[in-house]
């Protein structure tokens, strides 16, 4: 968050055996021509494009034995630039969302496949995308979410290189680095840590791995997402602490919630109290989202975005003492840089926060 | 098998980070001043018995969110030799029996025990001993057996030893040090593997960690057992060989069947071909248990047995080119060195084969 903030946890001293000199791919990952000044997004997309699509028969449970049913795996192989001799394998750690949307937004991945002679490999995570283990029933009850876990997932992954290391023999001994970002980012290192045998280590990008109750303190979140819009300008930071109380100001009874409801073009209007707190944490998501991507390059990852988003929406919070009416024409405005940086939105809708490819079913139960 | 067989496998080097020593408690372990030759058990049973009874409340499933039941887990703890400055935690991943047994035939770590300034505890497995996850339902069907598995072993264990760190300041910044033996082993050694963040090193005893399909021939272990005794006198093998084919000449019609009964002593008489199949596995077993307990001392591990068992059965089988009769003779002398040697047996019952403090119950479905 804030600036380019990729936490790179290079685990490949979780090896079996001291003093195992570190694998050349690796040592290739660690000196990677990377520039570190970004102006424009880094690789292109068109060359994201070329990847053929595989499923894989996995266990829906893979740590006991009454359940015998199977779902398809689906994961995405791109090997343009890999090679048999000397090659390696880049494996992502597939997250909460549709595996082609990741695909396509794992710029690094690409960038790096030509220099590591390296085979892309991406694995969807099971309940999201296509990897359904129940079908259209896999959200219906407990009873159906009960394999929805990281344990499950890490298993899958672990299936899903067992048989690469079968099916392509070149593959069979080279290098199989675990590479995830965020949630996947936590995958990625605990893949290393739970199965040290499979790969011979893991990039894990910005990745809270700690973030567990009683391990940080349960603000610190939402601390550092407040630092990076105070960061772009204390009075934009402020700006949008008072919002809150304008916005309830504002709401006390049925002409405020029109008002409210017009200036921000809502695509439903607020009817009672429920409503304008539901507004409020759609507010507060859309600020929390616009931290985690607030990339130094025009991208289009959560929603398409200018370079430095936060810098932007802080244009319209330069002045925290105006009136209430005013901070909220203010709101409207920011709200725009993430809702409608394609000039096509109509209204704006509440129930929505970010692309569709993200599974919003299962990623609510995995979070709560 | 065979000779003192301890299959030590040291995993103290699976830990996270390049070039970090190996604790003390660990270097201890290894310099330890054991003696290579045993005449007598090198420790007085007695010793043993001071250890206190706990229980622990642990999750039925730990890899799903839908079973929410719990059940105790039983514990032992011997701290008489713990210290509380530079002392160290000995655990043992319990296996297949009741944990009170497994820690009474568990010298090593008792003797150990001063040296190494050692808590001692002593986890019991799920699904044996007290530690049943539905009580007396437990094997009931394969909804209430679907959570006895290894996986869920090990995690019972690492509840537990979070548990203790947090509930004896003292042991909390200690080296934890898994120790087990055969099954037990080989969940000591994955234990390190799967949590390396929570023991420094595992001790696997007699662990058969690679047999598994396609990893060692399947006939890799009776070979050894054939062995063992081939070792004692090549006629010992050669007369167990050919007491197969004896069994079924002498049990040919109904006089056989009572001839072999008798001349057996079997607390219950073979009435068809499927008891003389019967009889043939339980004495195929009885060899099989005896190369697993062919310790150089007095011991009662299994069953009470003399020093060196395999020797003392051998010398009746000196010759094996006597009459079916004589050889019959002889299997029994040889069976009653396992079966009787407190002479206490009124007759030999095929319905077991070893102590009862083994669960079977549990067992036969987790090897099967």
Redesign the interface.
């Known amino acids: 968050m804030g600036l380019l903030v990729l936490l790179l946890l290079l685990l490949a ?8 000199p570190v694998p050349p791919a690796l040592r290739a990952l660690s000196n990677l021509h990377l520039s570190t000044k970004f102006t424009s997004r880094p690789s292109a997309v068109t060359k994201y494009s070329k990847y053929s699509i595989h499923y894989l028969k996995q266990k829906v449970d893979h ?5 015998d049913k199977h779902f398809n795996q689906r994961y995405l192989i791109a090997d343009q630039h890999w090679k048999k001799e000397g090659g390696s394998i880049l494996f992502y750690t597939g997250n909460e969302g549709d595996i082609i949307w990741f695909c396509n937004n794992t710029g690094f991945m690409w960038d790096v496949a030509e220099e590591l002679k390296a085979m892309l490999v991406f694995a969807e995570h099971r309940y999201y995308g296509q990897s359904l283990p129940f079908g259209a029933n896999s959200f219906k009850d ?2 159906h ?3 929805l ?1 990281s ?2 997932a890490l298993a899958d992954f672990a299936e899903l290189i067992k048989h690469l290391k079968k099916t392509i023999p070149a593959a069979k001994n080279q290098p199989f680095i675990a590479v995830g970002g965020s949630y996947g980012g936590m995958l990625a290192a605990w893949f290393r ?2 199965y ?2 499979m790969v011979v280590g893991a990039l894990a990008a910005s990745a809270p791995i700690w973030q567990f109750e009683d391990m940080v303190p349960c603000g610190v979140f939402m601390e550092i997402v407040t630092a990076d819009f105070r960061r772009s300008s204390p009075n934009c930071s402020k700006s949008i602490r008072k919002s809150w109380d304008a916005i309830h100001r504002l709401t006390r009874n049925s002409t405020g919630l029109n008002l409210v409801s017009e200036a921000l073009h809502l695509c439903t209007s607020l009817k009672n109290s429920q409503d304008v707190q539901h507004l409020k944490d759609w507010i507060a998501e859309t600020w929390v989202n616009l931290a985690m991507v607030d990339y130094p390059y025009e991208s289009n990852f959560l929603q398409p975005l200018p370079a430095w988003p936060i810098k932007v929406v802080c244009q319209h919070f330069k002045n925290p003492n105006v009136s209430d009416t005013e901070l909220l024409q203010n709101i409207f405005s920011a709200l725009n840089v993430y809702y409608n940086y394609s000039g096509q939105a109509k209204c704006l809708n509440m129930s929505e926060t970010s692309t569709s490819s993200l599974g919003s079913m299962g990623w609510s139960y995995q979070q709560w």
């Open positions: 001293f979780l090896m079996p055996g001291v003093a195992i740590f006991g034995f009454k359940n407990s009873r979410m009960n394999f876990t344990e499950q840590m739970k040290p045998h």
